[in-house]
T-cell receptor, first 115, second 113 residues
């Protein structure tokens, strides 16, 4: 597609349920990032993928969070046993590493509300 | 650890006035700096990217300058319009091997018609 696509755009879930958030990066972009933006706070780095591998998972807040990327394209961020503090906007970004200016292109985000 | 600060947190100006948004960072050894715009409930839109070797970048009414030695970048928006109302974020990348961006908290701009 023309831009980074994320789904769902909005997700309301009950505490304790698992959720999956999907990111479809710009075609040809080998680098993919997940960030989290909580109300009134800045962007928090979660994880970075280069191709299918994740050399940097340092930002994942707990072992309830995991992410995978298949085929060097689509990525899924999974949050197990959701808690109210997980409520945030989850933003995905991609970057064309081969022509590496380091510029990131973001999707519209997935807004997660945990009741 | 790289700390990125944006001051002021909020800014309100009448239409037509020029906007000056400030971004400062603690580690001057950066790879690049990127300015983004975020509309309420939306993702981030890249505005300008300045490489560490550059002093400024321009796009239309937008101009961003970079002074690495003092750890500062300034985003200028000329002749502001109500459509410029948004939150503006700056983000710094430390090296070509470090793909993480360190973000400021943003400046929320309101342009009054």
């Amino acid at each position: 597609g023309a831009g980074v696509s994320q789904s769902p755009s909005n997700k309301v879930t009950e505490k304790g349920k698992d959720v999956e958030l999907r990111c479809d990066p710009i075609s040809g972009h080998t680098a993919l990032y997940w960030y989290r933006q909580s109300l009134g706070q800045g962007l928090e780095f979660l994880i970075y993928f280069q191709g299918n591998s994740a050399p940097d998972k340092s930002g994942l807040p707990s072992d309830r969070f995991s992410a995978e990327r298949t085929g060097g394209s689509v990525s899924t961020l999974t949050i197990q046993r959701t808690q109210q503090e997980d409520s945030a906007v989850y933003l995905c970004a991609s970057s064309p590493v081969r022509r590496n200016t380091g510029e990131l292109f973001f999707g519209e985000g997935s807004r997660l509300t945990v009741l | 650890k790289q700390e990125v600060t944006q001051i002021p947190a909020a800014l309100s100006v009448p239409e037509g006035e020029n906007l000056v948004l400030n971004c400062s960072f603690t580690d001057s050894a950066i790879y690049n700096l990127q300015w983004f715009r975020q509309d309420p409930g939306k993702g981030l839109t890249s505005l300008l990217l300045i490489q560490s070797s550059q002093r400024e970048q321009t796009s239309g009414r937008l101009n961003a300058s970079l002074d690495k030695s003092s750890g500062r970048s300034t985003l200028y928006i000329a002749a502001s319009q109500p459509g410029d109302s948004a939150t503006y974020l700056c983000a710094v990348r430390l090296s070509s091997n470090d793909y993480k961006l360190s973000f400021g908290a943003g400046t929320t701009v309101t342009v009054r018609a």
